[in-house]
């Protein structure tokens, strides 16, 4: 048996799981990228540490299989904290291998790294010579089985040791564990008495492959349907609404508060999904099944903790009969069909600058049709699910949601495209204050995408603090931003770019995806702030409300 380096032999079992790995390289990961290039893995090099841990994410957001970040110990392990904060809240699988302190004890310069990833919900498993590659299974299973992020820690002192032999077991083969009979009997009766039934699916259902079951039982029953926006058209068809919560059109709110009995797959049901407790009636039957041990939101009726998929396999075994409220579906198809959708916005503002919700509804005319999206945070984040055609919930990845931060657009974009396949285009959508956060990682963009377009909102500003609290009268002065020339930055790097004030300057856009689409376009759209996004102004007003009622 070839001798292998603690750092190789977590780099040969990783190897079995991941195919890609994305970091900076450092004193305390720089044996562990050696072996790793031994074991066949890509690397790809990023400028900022956070993105290793962004970019891996986005990896599996996109394609459904696990990545890995690395980064050295002590500083390069803190600058990654943001993005493995995401990572946990959004329980998305992951795998930061990262340097730690030797084991003769702390440096200066060290940090107890076990201790702040547990603050951050992030399990550590520190490797040894004699466990390091069963430690590292044990760290990979433990991220696949809860769907969140892990850290694996190669102490200093131990990374170009030979590790002891081991003779692992082959990966348990996953086993679907949960009983799905439960209550699924009673909740097949509620569906088959419901005159307007809606199925509103989520992450969890798209996870789960359950989107076929779930369309089968939504035609059976003549249900509507509709997703959260991290399950995007995932139940679109006959009876589709579209998404649920601040992203949807009025009239199809207006429709899913009619609901007499919802059945929740998947999803967890925020306030912003729930549109601050009015996405509901106050009388419908609200039934969740979901894989968290218990309902996620008060307005749950009945809760059955399953998979999606085979609890919705097992409903269509028990719910008979066909289209039961037809009528249900075709009076939504005449109301959707004469009700407003979005808001079109202005060709021309007051100000000079485009009104985003005109230039959304013209980049979806221009984008590719085969698009995978990135979202950063930001006020601007409703634009896309509003406006453009994504098909798939696996193209629309709104990163920075879970845990209410900007700036990991640029480093998830880089992850995304390395799992892009098929001919599709990676479109980043950012805000400017997002963007330079990220701008380093600009760089490695351009260097990963085989086709990239960054769409960048540039309004001078943090949008969503002008509107929220510069609305209130609070200075304004620094909520802005300088304006930044973005398309002078991308040409530099190695990107084309256009500014964009007008319409009509996406024809240089257009020019280069006709021209066949390749490396990366950086458009600088200067768009104005006078424009609210209409789930901001939902979310002004819950929160108003709420304290109006505290202080009553």
Same mark, same amino acid.
């Given at each position: 048996?070839?001798?292998?380096?603690?750092?190789?032999?977590?780099?040969?079992?990783?190897?079995?799981?991941?195919?890609?790995v994305?970091?900076?390289?450092?004193n305390?990961?720089?044996?562990?990228?050696?072996?790793?290039?031994?074991?066949?893995?890509?690397?790809?090099? &990023?400028? !900022?540490?956070?993105?290793?841990i962004?970019?891996?994410?986005?990896y599996?957001?996109?394609?459904?299989?696990?990545?890995?970040?690395?980064?050295?110990?002590?500083?390069?392990?803190?600058?990654a904290?943001t993005?493995?904060?995401?990572?946990?809240q959004?329980?998305?699988?992951?795998?930061?291998?990262?340097?730690?302190?030797?084991?003769?004890g702390?440096?200066?310069?060290?940090?107890?790294?076990?201790a702040?990833?547990?603050?951050?919900?992030?399990?550590?498993?520190?490797?040894? $010579?004699?466990?390091?590659?069963?430690?590292?299974r044990?760290?990979?299973?433990?991220?696949l089985?809860?769907?969140?992020?892990v =850290?694996?820690? %190669?102490?200093?002192?131990?990374?170009?040791?030979?590790a002891?032999?081991?003779?692992?077991?082959?990966?348990?083969?996953?086993?679907?564990?949960d009983? &799905?009979?439960?209550?699924?009997?009673?909740?097949?009766?509620?569906?088959?008495?419901?005159?307007?039934?809606?199925?509103?699916?989520?992450?969890?259902a798209?996870?789960?492959?359950?989107?076929?079951?779930?369309?089968?039982?939504?035609? $059976?029953?003549g249900?509507l349907?509709?997703?959260?926006?991290?399950?995007l058209?995932?139940l679109?068809?006959?009876?589709?609404l579209?998404?649920?919560?601040?992203?949807?059109?009025?009239?199809?709110?207006?429709?899913?508060?009619?609901?007499? &009995?919802?059945? =929740?797959?998947?999803?967890?049901?925020?306030?912003?999904?729930?549109?601050?407790?009015?996405?509901l009636?106050?009388d419908?039957?609200?039934i969740? %099944?979901?894989?968290?041990?218990?309902?996620?939101?008060?307005?749950?009726d009945?809760f059955? !903790?399953?998979?999606?998929?085979?609890?919705?396999?097992?409903?269509?075994?028990?719910v008979?009969?066909?289209?039961?409220?037809?009528?249900?579906?075709?009076?939504?198809?005449?109301?959707?069909?004469?009700?407003?959708? !979005?808001?079109?916005?202005?060709?021309?503002m007051?100000?000079?600058?485009?009104?985003?919700?005109?230039?959304?509804?013209?980049?979806?005319?221009?984008?590719?049709?085969? $698009?995978?999206?990135?979202?950063?945070g930001? !006020?601007?984040?409703g634009?896309?699910?509003?406006?453009?055609?994504?098909? $798939?919930?696996?193209?629309?990845?709104?990163?920075?949601?879970?845990?209410?931060?900007?700036?990991?657009g640029?480093?998830? +974009?880089?992850g995304?495209?390395?799992?892009v396949?098929?001919?599709?285009?990676? &479109?980043?959508?950012?805000?400017d204050?997002?963007?330079?956060?990220?701008?380093?990682?600009?760089?490695?963009?351009?260097?990963?995408?085989?086709?990239?377009?960054?769409? %960048?909102?540039?309004?001078?500003?943090?949008?969503?603090?002008i509107?929220?609290?510069?609305s209130?009268?609070?200075?304004?002065?620094?909520?802005l931003?300088?304006?930044?020339?973005?398309?002078?930055?991308?040409?530099?790097?190695?990107?084309?770019?256009?500014?964009?004030?007008?319409?009509?300057?996406?024809? +240089?856009?257009?020019?280069? %995806?006709?021209?066949?689409?390749?490396?990366?376009?950086v458009?600088d759209?200067?768009?104005t702030?006078?424009?609210?996004?209409?789930w901001?102004?939902?979310?002004?007003?819950?929160?108003?409300a709420a304290k109006?009622?505290?202080s009553g």
């Open positions: 048996m070839t001798s292998l380096t603690v750092s190789g032999r977590v780099a040969k079992v990783l190897s079995s799981y991941v195919s890609d994305f970091g900076v390289m450092g305390g990961n720089v044996y562990f990228l050696d072996a790793a290039e031994k074991q066949g893995l890509r690397f790809t090099a &990023v400028r !900022h540490e956070g993105a290793a962004a970019a891996a994410d986005a599996y957001r996109a394609s459904g299989r696990l990545a890995a970040g690395t980064t050295t110990y002590g500083p390069g392990y803190t600058n904290l993005a493995l904060a995401e990572a946990v959004a329980q998305i699988p992951v795998v930061l291998v990262t340097g730690d302190a030797p084991t003769s702390a440096r200066p310069w060290d940090v107890d790294q076990t702040i990833a547990a603050g951050l919900g992030a399990a550590t498993f520190t490797v040894t $010579r004699d466990a390091a590659g069963a430690i590292t044990q760290a990979v299973e433990y991220a089985t809860r769907r969140t992020a =850290v694996l820690a %190669i102490p200093y002192d131990l990374a170009a040791l030979e002891a032999d081991e003779e692992l077991p082959e990966p348990m083969a996953p086993r679907v564990t009983d &799905v009979d439960g209550d699924l009997g009673q909740v097949a009766r509620l569906l088959a008495v419901a005159k307007r039934p809606l199925i509103l699916a989520g992450r969890g798209h996870l789960a492959g359950a989107g076929p079951e779930l369309r089968e039982l939504a035609d $059976r029953l249900a349907t509709a997703g959260t926006a991290l399950a058209n995932l679109n068809g006959e009876g589709y579209g998404v649920a919560g601040g992203f949807g059109t009025d009239t199809a709110a207006e429709l899913m508060g009619e609901a007499d &009995v919802v059945l =929740v797959a998947g999803a967890g049901l925020s306030p912003f999904t729930m549109r601050f407790g009015h996405l009636g106050p419908a039957t609200v969740q %099944i979901d894989t968290a041990v218990e309902p996620t939101n008060p307005r749950v009945l059955v !903790h399953a998979d999606a998929k085979a609890a919705a396999s097992r409903l269509l075994s028990l008979d009969g066909e289209a039961a409220a037809a009528a249900w579906r075709a009076e939504a198809a005449r109301r959707l069909a004469s009700g407003p959708g !979005h808001a079109a916005g202005s060709v021309e007051v100000d000079g600058r485009l009104d985003p919700r005109a230039l959304a509804a013209a980049l979806d005319t221009v984008l590719p049709e085969r $698009r995978t999206v990135v979202q950063d930001g !006020h601007f984040i634009w896309a699910p509003m406006y453009w055609n994504i098909p $798939r919930p696996q193209d629309l990845m709104m990163v920075g949601t879970a845990f209410q931060s900007i700036g990991l640029l480093a998830s +974009a880089v995304a495209a390395r799992a396949e098929d001919g599709r285009t990676l &479109v980043l959508a950012s805000g204050g997002g963007f330079l956060m990220g701008l380093s990682d600009l760089e490695s963009l351009i260097g990963a995408a085989r086709s990239a377009i960054v769409v %960048i909102y540039n309004d001078a500003a943090y949008g969503a603090e509107h929220q609290y510069g209130q009268g609070l200075t304004e002065k620094p909520m931003i300088p304006e930044v020339d973005f398309s002078g930055v991308a040409r530099a790097l190695g990107a084309e770019s256009a500014v964009v004030r007008s319409l009509d300057d996406l024809s +240089a856009l257009q020019d280069w %995806i006709d021209s066949g689409a390749e490396g990366t376009f458009a759209c200067r768009i702030s006078t424009v609210r996004a209409p901001l102004t939902e979310w002004m007003k819950a929160s108003q109006a009622t505290a």
